[in-house]
T-cell receptor
């Protein structure tokens, strides 16, 4: 069954800890994205990748890092430098790159900082 | 960069009524405008999109209109049903230039359809 899988679904973190959110897709999509969702603020782009071994900062990249070593995988690390990390994180993929194709989203990961 | 404003933030209608959600965008080079629906606890899903070379697109009970001159686009849902209750997001992106392909989303509208 094709799709995007995010894990974990829920994650709790202590202040000062880095955490990594997993995103895997088997849709053979070139482009992958990470969005952050906060109430009343829509979906804000953190990082995006058009192709393997390449990624670009989105609108709110500070305190986050990503890698794209494989086409199927685009993990997001929330570092201790992110001042307000508690949020719902959505991974997505699309084909073709260029915003003219449908974004397919994962089910999301909810991060809570204790 | 692109800025997308979406109104209203909440919308409550009776079953069978129509619902309209409006968005404005700032980048005149934007040329792709999708709408996503996110049901409670679920992932956002594309419901309709429009490109800048057309002014209106319909798909059964939903339609989107685009006014490039005024830089705004709207989602229209007719004969609303309780299952239309969800959060709706508009978005915009451009096909060329430095922000090529980046989708900028509006703040979302919580639509509630009362039976």
């Amino acid at each position: 069954d094709g799709g995007i899988t995010q894990s974990p679904k829920y994650l709790f973190r202590k202040e000062g800890q880095n955490v990594t959110l997993s995103c895997e897709q088997n849709l053979n999509h070139d482009a992958m994205y990470w969005y952050r969702q906060d109430p009343g603020q829509g979906l804000r782009l953190i990082y995006y990748s058009q192709i393997v071994n390449d990624f670009q900062k989105g609108d709110i990249a500070e305190g986050y890092s990503v890698s794209r070593e494989k086409k199927e995988s685009f993990p997001l690390t929330v570092t201790s430098a992110q001042k307000n990390p508690t949020a719902f994180y959505l991974c997505a993929s699309s084909i073709p790159w260029g915003g003219l194709g449908e974004l397919f989203f994962g089910e999301g990961s909810r991060l809570t900082v204790l | 960069g692109e800025n997308v404003e979406q109104h209203p933030s909440t919308l409550s209608v009776q079953e069978g009524d129509s619902a309209v959600i409006k968005c404005t965008y700032s980048d005149s080079a934007s040329n792709y405008f999708p709408w996503y629906k996110q049901e409670l606890g679920k992932r956002p899903q594309l419901i309709i999109d429009i490109r800048s070379n057309v002014g209106e697109k319909k798909d059964q009970r939903i339609a989107v209109t685009l006014n490039k001159t005024a830089k705004h686009f709207s989602l229209h849902i007719t004969e609303t049903q309780p299952e239309d209750s969800a959060v709706y997001f508009c978005a915009a992106s451009r096909h060329a230039g430095t922000s090529y392909g980046k989708l900028t989303f509006g703040q979302g509208t919580i639509l509630t359809v009362h039976p």
